[in-house]
């Protein structure tokens, strides 16, 4: 839950905010481009190979239309993501964990995140609980929007994983907090570690269509890690 609780100065924590990051495909009806979303594509007669292409150059579509494991549509570049099979776990849970903030649903909040993690960072982040967090969140999207809002489209735009300087990550903040609500050396039965920054598109009641970032001047992050087998948002 970077947008709640931060520790670097890449990601912004206001007054009622926080987070999200990950994978994708299901093998229905997916749209795959190649588009290099950090600049111009290389120059004709040079080759790079897929895996030397920064993140971005080649993204993939999951339609919540043609695949009932997203909750909407989600944009992400399928080579950062653990794929198993046809499916994207940890793309599965970004959408959820926004139609959880959608439905102001603390229950489904509380599944997809380790739990001790997400009660810490609501608490420091002075929220009285995650549904006090949520209805914050949604109250200050829907008075800004004078109507109540829908999300209806992500895209994670950046993914960092343990190459990434830990300036850039904090992993190792966030390793050391996780020992300490454990109680025991939890990061020893850490598979992977992801720091995801989506940007969502919601729409209000008269169908005008925002960006969220625009709206809340900030990036939504979330940290994803695979903890003794199991994803899990923090």
Known sequence: MKAIFKRTAAVVVAAAMMTVSVACSSGKNEESSSSNLVGNGPSDGLEVKEEDMPYGATMTSLKAANNDKVKMDIDFDPRYFVQEGTDYPEIYLLTEYLEAMQKRDSAAMEKIFYKPFLEYSVKTSNFESVQDYLDKYIDNLETRAKSQIEFTYAVVD?????????????????????????????????????????????????????????TLDYDISVYIYNIDGTYYLL
């Open 158 to 214: 950046t993914c960092l994983n343990e190459n990434e300087k830990n300036e850039l990550t904090d992993f190792e903040f966030v390793d050391s907090k996780l020992d300490e609500l454990a109680g025991e050396k939890l990061s020893d039965k850490v598979k992977s570690r992801k720091l995801v920054y989506m940007d969502v598109s919601f729409k209000d009641s008269q169908d005008n269509y925002y960006m969220l970032n625009d």
